[in-house]
């Protein structure tokens, strides 16, 4: 992979990245509290969020939800470029009501939009400090608002699988509360083996880690508004500190207490 540009702070992240043939094909299966928006430059890659897949080409626009799992694969052997920026919405005070109840969604690329985002790219190269930030904020709202004015297109794909929507139906209303994958297998009425294989084999990760990852994010927001590690870590689901200590540290890099805006 080759960073083009990076900047991150906990309300936004800006990114312009070129992945190429000498790299892994299969990248970032994460969730966090941010919006995401990518915008394809070129090549092509299969986008997955949540249970369902859909072909990422030149000029795609992707707008997916915080919370939601996702990750792309690389198509062919073609570099694949795009530009991701991942918001808080209050931070940049956007309404985003437009926006139905799934968890991400396609759209048509304008050239309003594809010269904002070169132009943000611009001013990378020529401000930074204070003058970049409202720059960008300027633009990734002047984005959503073009966004909001368009209707999403159907994915090119289906969803993985009816097993695979309840057994996610089932993880992310009972997320704090799982205790077992033995429940979720029951729930869904599949043997535990037959779940722990299929889950994995179409979402990439294994329930236990799907689970764990989504906990820790939400347990990051908490901390983000100010609510104590001690607090927080049975709220989420783990039944030992030291247990949330460790995936903490594990998924972000530093230990709870460091956590703030």
Same mark, same amino acid.
């Given at each position: 992979?080759?960073?083009?540009?990076?900047?991150?702070?906990?309300?936004?992240?800006?990114? $312009?990245?070129?992945?190429?043939?000498?790299?892994?094909?299969?990248?970032?299966?994460?969730?966090?509290?941010?919006?995401?928006?990518?915008?394809?430059? +070129?090549?092509?890659?299969?986008?997955?969020?949540?249970? $369902?897949?859909?072909?990422?080409?030149?000029?795609?626009?992707?707008?997916?939800?915080?919370?939601?799992? $996702?990750?792309?694969?690389?198509?062919?052997?073609?570099? *694949?470029?795009?530009?991701?920026?991942?918001?808080?919405?209050?931070?940049?005070? %956007?309404?985003?009501? =437009?926006?139905?109840?799934? +968890?991400?969604?396609?759209?048509?690329?304008?050239? !309003?939009?594809?010269?904002? =985002?070169?132009?943000?790219?611009?001013?990378?190269?020529?401000?930074?400090?204070?003058?970049?930030?409202?720059?960008?904020?300027?633009?990734?709202?002047?984005?959503?608002?073009?966004?909001?004015?368009?209707?999403?297109?159907?994915?090119?794909?289906?969803?993985?699988?009816?097993?695979?929507?309840?057994?996610?139906?089932?993880?992310?209303?009972?997320? *704090?509360?799982?205790?077992?994958?033995?429940?979720?297998?029951?729930?869904? *009425?599949? +043997?535990?083996?037959? =779940? %722990?294989? *299929? =889950?994995?084999?179409?979402?990439?990760?294994?329930?236990?880690?799907? !689970?764990?990852?989504?906990? %820790?994010?939400?347990?990051?927001?908490?901390? %983000?508004?100010?609510?104590?590690?001690?607090?927080?870590?049975?709220?989420?689901?783990?039944?030992?500190? +030291?247990?949330?200590?460790?995936?903490?540290?594990?998924?972000?890099?530093?230990?709870?207490?460091?956590?703030?805006?």
């Amino acid at each position: 992979m080759k960073e083009l540009i990076s900047v991150k702070t906990s309300e936004y992240i800006f990114n $312009h990245r070129i992945y190429d043939e000498e790299s892994d094909k299969c990248f970032a299966k994460h969730s966090h509290n941010l919006y995401e928006l990518i915008y394809v430059k +070129s090549g092509c890659a299969t986008y997955s969020v949540e249970n $369902h897949s859909f072909k990422a080409e030149p000029q795609s626009l992707i707008l997916i939800k915080p919370y939601a799992y $996702h990750f792309f694969t690389v198509d062919n052997n073609t570099a *694949f470029e795009k530009v991701g920026i991942l918001f808080d919405a209050k931070y940049l005070r %956007l309404d985003l009501s =437009f926006l139905t109840t799934k +968890s991400y969604f396609v759209f048509k690329s304008s050239t !309003i939009i594809e010269n904002t =985002f070169e132009k943000l790219i611009q001013y990378h190269s020529l401000f930074d400090g204070v003058v970049f930030v409202e720059l960008f904020i300027g633009c990734t709202r002047e984005i959503v608002y073009n966004l909001s004015l368009q209707n999403s297109e159907a994915v090119t794909l289906p969803q993985n699988s009816t097993l695979i929507k309840n057994a996610l139906d089932y993880i992310n209303k009972n997320l *704090f509360t799982i205790r077992n994958i033995q429940e979720i297998s029951d729930a869904i *009425f599949v +043997s535990k083996n037959y =779940f %722990l294989a *299929f =889950f994995k084999q179409n979402m990439n990760i294994s329930p236990k880690k799907y !689970i764990i990852e989504k906990r %820790l994010v939400y347990a990051h927001d908490m901390l %983000l508004s100010g609510q104590k590690p001690m607090e927080i870590y049975e709220k989420v689901g783990f039944e030992t500190y +030291s247990s949330f200590y460790r995936a903490y540290i594990a998924k972000f890099g530093k230990n709870p207490s460091a956590a703030e805006r």
